[in-house]
């Protein structure tokens, strides 16, 4: 007796275009198209969701050192200071702090100063 196996490969095509939608063209509607489309897609979000890290950081570090050059100080000098004043806020915080309460931000400056 021969296998038959359509349930198996409706199912599967049907997952396959399920994740593609959305998508332009023929990418969304033909599964040989499609399957590179959601391979590609994968090895992106991947990717990104490291470069998402790198980037906040950056962003971070140059909002808390535009809020530390008003108060005449520099980034690494106000990190290194933090470092030596045993100060443990990290950098999300930092910026948060410089950007919603300038006030809070400008007392921690004034310790490490």
Known sequence: MRVKRGKTHLKRRKSLLKKTKGYLWDRKTKPKLAKV????????????????????????????????????????????????????????????LANDHPKVFEAIVKAVK
């Open 37 to 96: 489309a959601v391979t590609k897609a994968g090895a992106h979000a991947y990717r990104d969701r490291r470069l998402k890290k790198r980037s906040f950081r950056q962003l971070w570090q140059i909002r808390i050192n535009a809020a530390v050059r008003m108060h005449g100080m520099s980034y690494s000098a106000f990190i290194s200071a933090l470092k030596k004043k045993k100060i443990e806020i990290d950098r999300k915080i930092l910026a948060e």
